[in-house]
């Protein structure tokens, strides 16, 4: 050691690292408590500017109310005890108008029916509507004694049939289809064995809900590419005429992906003339 350099005695430095140890961890905790509230606050808030945003497309709605229905539905429950009764008030705040000879259904054609139904004001789908529109690609749970909405670690489709995103699909899709009438449109997918899938919404609940007392009849447009595995004599769509409510025509027809999308790009064609 050189002469005249000072050296602090061993406690002074042992006081010293021992300041500096407690420094470092109250950092430490102070940056994951920061992490942690605003993934907290991320996973919590987004939902509802997004759903009042959407909402507020729709003239003459109290968006607050029907936000309020909306929640009361899941906010404090266990994910997986939320049935579709739960949603009766969301319903009852903001009731499908029935669009007669303009509403379309729909199953494994998700893509192809929005395309068309954004470019074009032929048809309504469950997702042009209020309800369907403000919750159209979104998640949202609650928490048993928790008064927040979570829109991260809800469960999934499949992982329990009664989480609050699937109850709400199910409901909605009920109450759409109570008020189908007139000519209505199914858009189904010639591409897959089985276009009118038993455990499809549209076969375990909308078809069980048509009734001819509204409903003149049902115009199943077959969606067909060049990997069309099907057509109009397909067996699951024998069993969609089956089940159909006594009183309500059943067409089926056979139309290329491509000319609904030449259709959809060409608003001059009148909708009749699309298939
Ligand atoms: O008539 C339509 C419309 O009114 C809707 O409300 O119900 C009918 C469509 O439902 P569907 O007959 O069950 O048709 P899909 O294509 O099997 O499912 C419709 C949607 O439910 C899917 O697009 C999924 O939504 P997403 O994730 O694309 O926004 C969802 N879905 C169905 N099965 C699912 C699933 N999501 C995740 N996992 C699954 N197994």
Redesign the pocket.
Known sequence: MEHGEYRPPEKRRKRRCAIFSVVAVLLIIFILVIVLALTYRQNTEKLKPTFIARCEEFKGYDCEKIWSAFEQAYVGQDPCNVSMGAYDPLIAAAPFRPACNRMM??????KVVHDFTEKRDCFL???DTLL?SVL??LTWCGKEGSSKTFTTGCP???DCNNNPVRSF?NR??AA??DVACGDVT?MLNGSIITPF?PT????S??VKRFNSTRMRSLNVVLVTQESTVTNCTNASLKDLQKELDEGIKYNCKEVAESQIQECSSNPEKPCGACW
């Open positions: 259904f729909w199953s494994k054609t998700k789908t469950l997702e369907g159209d690609g999934g489709w499949t699909w909605a899709s759409f289809a199914a899938s499809s919404i549209f076969a609940i909308e």
